[in-house]
């Protein structure tokens, strides 16, 4: 403690005087309050509910005011406050529905004033009015509000939110008839306590339960909202419409709110989970706290500034069962340990750099920022002493301009838009956005995507015996090139050099003898790869030409008068005639078939090796038919998605994730895929892509990702009779007790689908409405609308 400094506040003749301080409380606490005077605060909770003295140098119990012999549940408190015009009065709202005023005035034991009884579920919050002394507010978990004269035993008036439960109500301190009131469906609303039949405005504030408010004490038309979408709101409510004025980010949900006095930009939180410390934010800063407690061990459940006219001193108590005071001189600050170094990319490739004035070095040809992109700079800003926070955290911030035309990302763009996703086959998919990648110049992207649809679209596709007879230069069904080889790359061994002559024009065919397992491969005479003067069946790589001349050509368009190659025959030994000849490979009994190919023909060129100059030779898929599925190139496929991510190409790895689906997934982790889809999604709403990326969502392999489409969406839906909002449990109305959703055409109640008219409001079953629109146009309720769905 001897690092903790001691305040003295002169407050209208009284003084504020002590340090940083805390107490340890017999139960965990859920709400405190201070007295008017600054000089006690109530702690309540489930299982405390004690009034403390707030000492110099500690706290003192002063009084305990569970007493009885029985424990009740009219003492197990969700919030408490004390009447800052009268110090003998406390009210207190219970977990059972009950709320309690406390008069400390009267002489016995038993404090305890008045019960109010009318809510039948949880109370959440109570609250005096700021100048009435017999005015209460209470707001209730049933989604009620009542208002309560403290001289009558029954509430005054009912508020009905005709929402879900009312999590805080809050008077507004320049407005005497006005109070706010925050909801779990995210929404606020402004009341006139003079007027409880509708509220003066209603808002959707968070995304998510609205947990508490406060208005600010000075500027009458602030109203500081916080929720469980950890973020702080301050809304002008002086405007026609409600208008968001800051918003700070925290890191978990927000739990209370309030305002520092004499401080106009000042507020403190604290968290409902997760967070244990107490926070003081700039609302002109949202994302560096000004100052942070940091004493409490569990969750934060209560603040309070001690004064309304001294910001140097702040209450609280937690679930670790400590009630604390903190003095703002003592907390941490943590912008002093905040990053000054940045570093970000733009949308065109500029690259923005922050750091430490100190680290950049003055150098005199920069120039000065003009705000356009004519000339790529890097330049240093001079900071602006009036700024608000320049004194704190302050960095001279760099920017690498792109030179102009070299960052164009419109081949991104188009080709997001023109991709084909889904909706077509396999193989019309692959080949459609292959053809997109060629047209925008990204030749090894439809590369990649022609060699997709060769390894799942045609294996088996055509039989071995039927190779030669059934393909055709147009067929839809070819057979594709699985890999090719450079003979001079090739191990040696693999065949001799020499070359079977031919006369100029004439054509031929060539099978050559790879390995002594009698692998073949055949080539047919048709068109010839650049580069390279033999001929090739296949063609891959950087070659010119349709897609169709990938596949295998119409052998019958070849030459009629083909020579035949007949070795000497002292080349063979003289043998007996062999009766039985095992049949040879399908394709050279195809060959020997031919019209214009003889059988010895077939026999010498089986033999005959290759010359080295041979730059490129096909091997077909269908000498590895049954032996390569798809699967086998899984590891190949899954190795070419992380080369393109990692390239920074996540378009790529995306679209080819979403067009093989299943055939890939399983072997790509889902952490993997969903910072893939995520980072593709980014940059299409960076791009305004919203079609495209909500598709993606739509289309993601990725579980974490395709649910993006259901979040940020709430459906509310209110009863057709009654006006009241429809709970979730069912489909009858659980205040007017009639159905809801009634079928116009077959009049029994709709539990699943219902679609009706936005003109007239009537509808039913989805089936029948589109089968009474067959026939007709109008309402079938009778009402008399000429009704249309979308």
């Given at each position: 403690?001897?690092?903790?400094?001691?305040?003295?506040?002169?407050?209208?003749?009284?003084?504020?005087?002590?340090?940083?301080?805390?107490?340890?409380?017999?139960?965990?606490?859920?709400?405190?309050?201070?007295?008017?005077?600054?000089?006690?605060?109530?702690?309540?909770?489930?299982?405390?509910?004690?009034?403390?003295?707030?000492?110099?140098?500690?706290?003192?119990?002063?009084?305990?005011?569970?007493?009885?012999?029985?424990?009740?549940?009219?003492?197990?408190?969700?919030?408490?406050?004390?009447?800052?015009?009268?110090?003998?009065?406390?009210?207190?709202?219970?977990?059972?529905?009950?709320?309690?005023?406390?008069?400390?005035?009267?002489?016995?034991?038993?404090?305890?004033?008045?019960?109010?009884?009318?809510?039948?579920?949880?109370?959440?919050?109570?609250?005096?009015?700021?100048?009435?002394?017999?005015?209460?507010?209470?707001?209730?978990?049933?989604?009620?509000?009542?208002?309560?004269?403290?001289?009558?035993?029954?509430?005054?008036?009912?508020?009905?939110?005709?929402?879900?439960?009312?999590?805080?109500?809050?008077?507004?301190?320049?407005?005497?008839?006005?109070?706010?009131?925050?909801?779990?469906?995210?929404?606020?609303?402004?009341?006139?306590?003079?007027?409880?039949?509708?509220?003066?405005?209603?808002?959707?504030?968070?995304?998510?339960?609205?947990?508490?408010?406060?208005?600010?004490?000075?500027?009458?038309?602030?109203?500081?909202?916080?929720?469980?979408?950890?973020?702080?709101?301050?809304?002008?409510?002086?405007?026609?419409?409600?208008?968001?004025?800051?918003?700070?980010?925290?890191?978990?949900?927000?739990?209370?709110?309030?305002?520092?006095?004499?401080?106009?930009?000042?507020?403190?939180?604290?968290?409902?989970?997760?967070?244990?410390?107490?926070?003081?934010?700039?609302?002109?800063?949202?994302?560096?706290?000004?100052?942070?407690?940091?004493?409490?061990?569990?969750?934060?459940?209560?603040?309070?500034?001690?004064?309304?006219?001294?910001?140097?001193?702040?209450?609280?108590?937690?679930?670790?069962?400590?009630?604390?005071?903190?003095?703002?001189?003592?907390?941490?600050?943590?912008?002093?340990?905040?990053?000054?170094?940045?570093?970000?990319?733009?949308?065109?490739?500029?690259?923005?750099?922050?750091?430490?004035?100190?680290?950049?070095?003055?150098?005199?040809?920069?120039?000065?920022?003009?705000?356009?992109?004519?000339?790529?700079?890097?330049?240093?800003?001079?900071?602006?002493?009036?700024?608000?926070?320049?004194?704190?955290?302050?960095?001279?911030?760099?920017?690498?301009?792109?030179?102009?035309?070299?960052?164009?990302?419109?081949?991104?763009?188009?080709?997001?838009?023109?991709?084909?996703?889904?909706?077509?086959?396999?193989?019309?998919?692959?080949?459609?956005?292959?053809?997109?990648?060629?047209?925008?110049?990204?030749?090894?992207?439809?590369?990649?995507?022609?060699?997709?649809?060769?390894?799942?679209?045609?294996?088996?596709?055509?039989?071995?015996?039927?190779?030669?007879?059934?393909?055709?230069?147009?067929?839809?069904?070819?057979?594709?090139?699985?890999?090719?080889?450079?003979?001079?790359?090739?191990?040696?061994?693999l065949g001799s050099e020499t070359r079977l002559d031919r006369s100029k024009g004439d054509t031929r065919s060539d099978t050559v003898l790879l390995d002594s397992s009698a692998t073949l491969i055949t080539n047919e005479d048709n068109e010839e790869t650049e580069g390279s003067d033999v001929p090739a069946d296949y063609l891959l790589g950087d070659v010119e030409g349709e897609e169709d001349?990938?596949?295998?050509?119409?052998?019958?368009?070849?030459?009629?008068?083909?020579?035949?190659?007949?070795?000497?025959?002292?080349?063979?030994?003289?043998?007996?005639?062999?009766?039985?000849?095992?049949?040879?490979?399908?394709?050279?009994?195809?060959?020997?078939?031919?019209?214009?190919?003889?059988?010895?023909?077939?026999?010498?060129?089986?033999?005959?090796?290759?010359?080295?100059?041979?730059?490129?030779?096909?091997?077909?898929?269908?000498?590895?038919?049954?032996?390569?599925?798809?699967?086998?190139?899984?590891?190949?496929?899954?190795?070419?998605?992380?080369?393109?991510?990692?390239?920074?190409?996540?378009?790529?790895?995306?679209?080819?994730?979403?067009?093989?689906?299943?055939?890939?997934?399983?072997?790509?982790?889902?952490?993997?895929?969903?910072?893939?889809?995520?980072?593709?999604?980014?940059?299409?709403?960076?791009?305004?892509?919203?079609?495209?990326?909500?598709?993606?969502?739509?289309?993601?392999?990725?579980?974490?990702?395709?649910?993006?489409?259901?979040?940020?969406?709430?459906?509310?839906?209110?009863?057709?009779?009654?006006?009241?909002?429809?709970?979730?449990?069912?489909?009858?109305?659980?205040?007017?007790?009639?159905?809801?959703?009634?079928?116009?055409?077959?009049?029994?109640?709709?539990?699943?689908?219902?679609?009706?008219?936005?003109?007239?409001?009537?509808?039913?079953?989805?089936?029948?409405?589109?089968?009474?629109?067959?026939?007709?146009?109008?309402?079938?309720?009778?009402?008399?609308?000429?009704?249309?769905?979308?």
């Amino acid at each position: 403690m001897e690092k903790m400094s001691r305040v003295t506040t002169a407050l209208g003749g009284s003084a504020l005087t002590g340090r940083t301080m805390h107490c340890h409380l017999d139960a965990p606490a859920n709400a405190i309050s201070v007295c008017r005077d600054a000089a006690q605060v109530v702690v309540a909770g489930r299982s405390i509910f004690k009034i403390y003295a707030i000492e110099e140098e500690q706290f003192v119990e002063k009084l305990n005011l569970r007493v009885g012999r029985k424990p009740s549940l009219n003492l197990s408190c969700a919030d408490v406050v004390w009447h800052q015009m009268d110090e003998n009065l406390l009210a207190t709202a219970a977990t059972n529905g009950v709320v309690v005023t406390w008069n400390l005035g009267r002489p016995s034991r038993n404090k305890q004033d008045q019960l109010f009884t009318e809510h039948k579920r949880t109370v959440n919050k109570v609250c005096f009015h700021p100048t009435e002394a017999h005015v209460l507010l209470s707001g209730s978990q049933d989604g009620f509000m009542k208002c309560f004269d403290l001289r009558r035993k029954d509430s005054v008036s009912t508020f009905s939110g005709q929402s879900e439960s009312v999590r805080d109500v809050q008077f507004s301190i320049r407005d005497y008839f006005t109070f706010a009131s925050t909801f779990e469906n995210g929404n606020v609303q402004l009341w006139d306590i003079r007027r409880p039949d509708r509220c003066e405005r209603m808002f959707t504030a968070h995304n998510g339960p609205v947990f508490c408010c406060d208005w600010h004490p000075e500027d009458r038309g602030w109203l500081a909202t916080g929720g469980r979408d950890k973020m702080v709101k301050v809304w002008d409510m002086t405007t026609h419409r409600a208008k968001e004025v800051h918003c700070v980010q925290t890191i978990a949900s927000v739990a209370r709110v309030k305002w520092r006095p004499e401080c106009r930009h000042h507020l403190a939180t604290c968290s409902m989970m997760v967070d244990h410390n107490i926070y003081v934010w700039d609302v002109r800063r949202p994302f560096v706290p000004a100052a942070m407690f940091e004493e409490h061990r569990d969750v934060t459940t209560g603040i309070a500034w001690r004064h309304p006219h001294d910001s140097s001193f702040l209450l609280s108590g937690s679930k670790d069962s400590t009630l604390c005071q903190h003095l703002f001189r003592d907390a941490s600050q943590p912008v002093e340990r905040a990053n000054p170094e940045g570093l970000c990319y733009g949308l065109f490739g500029d690259l923005a750099f922050a750091a430490k004035e100190s680290l950049v070095a003055t150098e005199s040809g920069r120039k000065p920022y003009a705000g356009d992109r004519r000339h790529p700079i890097f330049f240093k800003r001079k900071l602006d002493p009036a700024e608000p926070f320049a004194g704190l955290a302050s960095s001279a911030l760099s920017i690498f301009e792109m030179e102009p035309g070299s960052g164009s990302m419109s081949w991104f763009v188009d080709t997001a838009e023109r991709y084909a996703l889904a909706g077509r086959p396999l193989a019309e998919l692959c080949d459609h956005n292959a053809k997109v990648a060629r047209e925008l110049g990204r030749n090894q992207v439809a590369q990649t995507w022609t060699m997709l649809r060769i390894i799942y679209c045609s294996p088996g596709l055509v039989p071995t015996t039927n190779l030669n007879h059934s393909m055709g230069k147009g067929s839809s069904c070819g057979l594709p090139l699985m890999n090719s080889f450079n003979l001079k790359d090739m191990a040696p061994g693999l065949g001799s050099e020499t070359r079977l002559d031919r006369s100029k024009g004439d054509t031929r065919s060539d099978t050559v003898l790879l390995d002594s397992s009698a692998t073949l491969i055949t080539n047919e005479d048709n068109e010839e790869t650049e580069g390279s003067d033999v001929p090739a069946d296949y063609l891959l790589g950087d070659v010119e030409g349709e897609e169709d001349e990938l596949y295998l050509l119409d052998p019958e368009h070849a030459h009629s008068e083909e020579p035949e190659y007949v070795l000497p025959q002292e080349a063979f030994p003289l043998r007996h005639e062999i009766v039985d000849t095992p049949p040879g490979p399908e394709h050279l009994q195809d060959k020997a078939d031919s019209p214009h190919v003889s059988g010895s023909e077939a026999d010498a060129a089986s033999l005959a090796p290759v010359d080295s100059s041979f730059s490129l030779i096909s091997v077909s898929h269908a000498l590895y038919d049954s032996r390569l599925p798809p699967d086998f190139f899984s590891a190949l496929v899954c190795d070419m998605l992380r080369f393109y991510a990692e390239q920074g190409d996540v378009q790529m790895a995306v679209s080819v994730l979403i067009v093989l689906g299943e055939r890939v997934r399983k072997d790509i982790d889902e952490q993997t895929q969903e910072h893939w889809y995520t980072s593709y999604i980014d940059l299409l709403q960076r791009f305004c892509l919203w079609n495209v990326s909500n598709q993606v969502v739509k289309l993601s392999t990725s579980r974490a990702v395709s649910c993006l489409n259901q979040a940020s969406t709430t459906l509310h839906v209110n009863c057709s009779h009654c006006k009241r909002p429809m709970s979730s449990r069912g489909w009858v109305c659980d205040r007017c007790h009639r159905c809801a959703s009634m079928c116009a055409v077959c009049h029994h109640v709709v539990k699943g689908l219902f679609v009706w008219c936005q003109g007239c409001s009537h509808g039913g079953h989805l089936q029948h409405i589109m089968k009474w629109l067959e026939g007709s146009s109008h309402c079938p309720a009778g009402c008399g609308h000429l009704c249309e769905y979308s």
